[in-house]
């Protein structure tokens, strides 16, 4: 059985970083897109950040480039989602998510791209 398991959300202040992570079990993902969505109450899933196989990342929210980073480890099967200065904009459950496909040199936009989800992290920030 292939599992998402993310860990790390939590409640923070204005200004805080926090990091999530998240580990892979029942297949490996090392050659697949992996990345992180989030959902804020009212909106609809959206791509914060996603990585291909090899590494290159692309921050899909304008508001996020510059403060979230993702970090990969193919050998540990485990994706990281390191966030800076937050604000109450940033609230949501995040999910880590990866791709079927393998190989792919493009990182994928949209939830219906993502075949294997996380069952999702709260990040509460607070003003």
């Known amino acids: 059985q292939v599992q998402l398991v993310e860990s790390g959300g939590g409640l923070v202040q204005t200004g805080d970083s926090l990091g999530l992570s998240c580990a892979a079990s029942?297949?490996?993902?090392?050659?697949?897109?992996l990345g992180w969505f989030r959902q804020a109450p009212g909106k609809k899933r959206e791509l914060v950040i996603g990585a291909t196989w090899w590494g290159n990342t692309i921050a899909n929210i304008d508001g996020s480039k510059g403060r979230f980073s993702l970090s990969r480890d193919n050998s540990k099967n485990t994706v990281n989602l390191e966030m800076t200065r937050l604000n109450p904009g940033d609230t949501a459950v995040y999910y880590c998510?990866?791709?079927?496909?393998?190989?792919?040199?493009?990182?994928?936009?949209?939830?219906?791209?993502?075949?294997?989800w996380g069952q999702g992290t709260q990040v509460t920030v607070s003003s």
């Open positions: 998510v990866a791709t079927v496909e393998c190989g792919s040199t493009l990182i994928p936009s949209q939830e219906a791209d993502y075949a294997y």
């Open positions: 029942g297949r490996t993902f090392s050659r697949n897109v």
